[in-house]
Every structure is written in structure tokens, then in C-alpha cells.
């Protein structure tokens, strides 16, 4: 089957680095997405991944090791406006993206 | 900005009445789009998926004559929930890929239906 694993819930302070981590397992993969969701919103795109390493893009980085079925999102220098739901999204063979529940993220002063 | 946006953002219905929701790609030609459906606090929840010219393609459980799906143009695809009722109470969310991005999908603003 095709699964998403993440940490439900994460606690961070703000200006500290926090790292979520994916597991995932697909019928087939084409790349890996992070979206951000904040509550009652729509997901916003953060990054896509598609071969093996890092992608840094400003204050968020994601990685990739496709061997492993593994992902993460490192968030530098958190803000309060962080807060939110971050969502991995690996898409299969069918280049359909396959959601889980996400990370709710939780950033204090 | 906005590669994809969504209309109304928010709407009420009166149970027993449909209502259309718009999904328009912005500045690029979507062949492709998705619907959404998400609960409070719950994942996504693929509905369809909108394929231009032709029948949309619904997952397993939704039905098909209560979410009627049309994408008669490149740019606009609509979602129209009929005879809803509470249940059908949710956020709605279009997405779309855009050509020569890679894979990469936007997302709509979302739409919340509230059936009352």
C-alpha cells in the first residue's frame, strides 16, 4: 500500500531550527512535494524534490534520499507566522500526490 | 501570486440546493485539475480528478451525480455539489499542475461550504 508517515505534532521556538521528517512508501515515485497549510487555508507549495539531496530555498531547505523513502524539511530562523501544518506529499506512478495527516507545527516565543 | 484561484471562498447553502464552486488556472493552461475535500484537522481527500474535454475520473466512494465535475476549458473547471446537504459541509480545494514546472502543483484558495 502507499503510505505517509509524520510526526503529528512538533514544538519549536521562534529563531530556533526545527527538522520534520517523511517516510513514505508509493507504487512508484515521481518526486516529493511540502506544502504548508495553515488552518482554515488552502496548502501553499514550499518545495519539490525530485532527485536525491538538499534544495534550499531561503529559510526552508528540503531533502531527499530516495533509497530510503525518506524526506525532511529543515526551517531555519522560526517566526511565529510558521506556525502551521506541513505537508509531505510523495507522488506515485500515477503522478497523483498521496497525503497524509501532516505535521501541525507549533512555534512559541 | 496566485497560479490558481478559487470562487466563492466561502459560501452557504440552504440543504436540498447546489452549488458550483470554480477552479481557474491563471496564466497557463491546465489539462489537469484535482478536487479536494478536507475535514477539520484531516488530511486532503482526493475527490476527482478534471480532465479537460472529457469525463472527470472520481475515486472510490465519491458519487459521481452529487459532485458533478465539468472542465469544458484549459483554464476552468468547476465543481458543482447538488442537493447538498450538512453532511456535504466541508472545505473544498482545487489543484493544478502547471506545465513546465516539473510536477509542481498549486493549489486554489479553497472554498468552505457550509449546508445549513
Known amino acids: 500500500g502507499q503510505n505517509i508517515d509524520q510526526p503529528t505534532e512538533m514544538t519549536a521556538t521562534e529563531g530556533a531550527i526545527v527538522q520534520i521528517n517523511c517516510t513514505y512508501q508509493t507504487s512508484g515515485f515521481n518526486g516529493l512535494f511540502w506544502y504548508q497549510q495553515h488552518a482554515g487555508e488552502a496548502p501553499t507549495f514550499l518545495s519539490y524534490n525530485v532527485l536525491d539531496g538538499l534544495e534550499e530555498k531561503g529559510r526552508f531547505s528540503s531533502f531527499l534520499s530516495r533509497s530510503k523513502g525518506y524526506s525532511y524539511l529543515l526551517l531555519k530562523e522560526l517566526q511565529m507566522k510558521d506556525s502551521a501544518s506541513y505537508l509531505c506529499?510523495?507522488?506515485?506512478?500515477?503522478?497523483?500526490?498521496?497525503w497524509g495527516a501532516g505535521t501541525k507545527l507549533i512555534i512559541k516565543p | 501570486g496566485a497560479v490558481v484561484s478559487q470562487h466563492p471562498s466561502r459560501v452557504i447553502c440552504k440543504s436540498g440546493t447546489s452549488v458550483k464552486i470554480e477552479c481557474r488556472s491563471l496564466d497557463f493552461q491546465a489539462t489537469t485539475m484535482f478536487w479536494y475535500r478536507q475535514f477539520p484537522k484531516k488530511s486532503l481527500m482526493l475527490m476527482a480528478t478534471s480532465n479537460e474535454g472529457s469525463k472527470a475520473t472520481y475515486e472510490q466512494g465519491v458519487e459521481k451525480d452529487k459532485f458533478l465535475i465539468n472542465h469544458a476549458s484549459l483554464t476552468l473547471s468547476t465543481l458543482t455539489v447538488t442537493s447538498a446537504h450538512p453532511e456535504d459541509s466541508s472545505f473544498y480545494i482545487c489543484?493544478?499542475?502547471?506545465?513546465?514546472?516539473?510536477?509542481?502543483?498549486?493549489f486554489g484558495e479553497g472554498s468552505w461550504l457550509t449546508v445549513v
Open positions: 506529499a510523495p507522488m506515485d506512478s500515477n503522478y497523483q500526490l498521496i
Open positions: 489543484s493544478a499542475r502547471v506545465p513546465y514546472s516539473g510536477n509542481t502543483i498549486y
